[in-house]
């Protein structure tokens, strides 16, 4: 009985830790091609663990290393794990495709790695496709 009581309780912590994963369901921009001033509107959603991360970054990957600071985005405030950004297309940004990395840490300022997006350079959590007209 009490082999299968410990074996019950190994099992419990697996599936646990395998539900505490950090999952992206999804990301996007909108409208997804823009121009130089134009409005648009991010949004990002987490699932799983969710609740842990603290703070979502977007960084645009071909202009990583001329931008000052990555784009923040704001938390929604409804209690789910939904971050946005409002604004408007940099003037000087270049037409062209544009890969907007996204980056999470959470609140231990780990960064969080989403799988599918472990082989990214500034962002580990997600991608959106953008293209600047």
Do not use: C
């Not at 082999?3 to 019950?8: D, E, F, G, N, S």
Request: glycine share 8%.
């Amino acid at each position: 009985m009490r082999k299968v009581l410990m074996v019950l309780g190994m099992v419990l912590l697996i599936v646990t830790m395998v539900d505490a994963k950090v999952t992206l369901v999804k990301a996007v921009i909108e409208p997804t091609a823009a121009a130089p001033g134009d409005d648009v509107s991010v949004t990002v959603e987490f699932g799983g663990k969710a609740k842990n991360i603290e703070k979502v970054v977007m960084i645009p990957r071909e202009y990583a290393y001329e931008i000052d600071q990555p784009f923040p985005l704001q938390k929604v405030e409804d209690g789910k794990n939904v971050w946005v950004l409002k604004g408007q297309v940099p003037w000087e940004a270049p037409s062209g495709p544009v890969a907007l990395e996204i980056k999470a840490v959470d609140k231990k300022g780990n960064e969080v790695v989403i799988e599918e997006f472990k082989d990214q350079i500034h962002g580990k959590a997600g991608l959106i496709e953008f293209e600047v007209k």
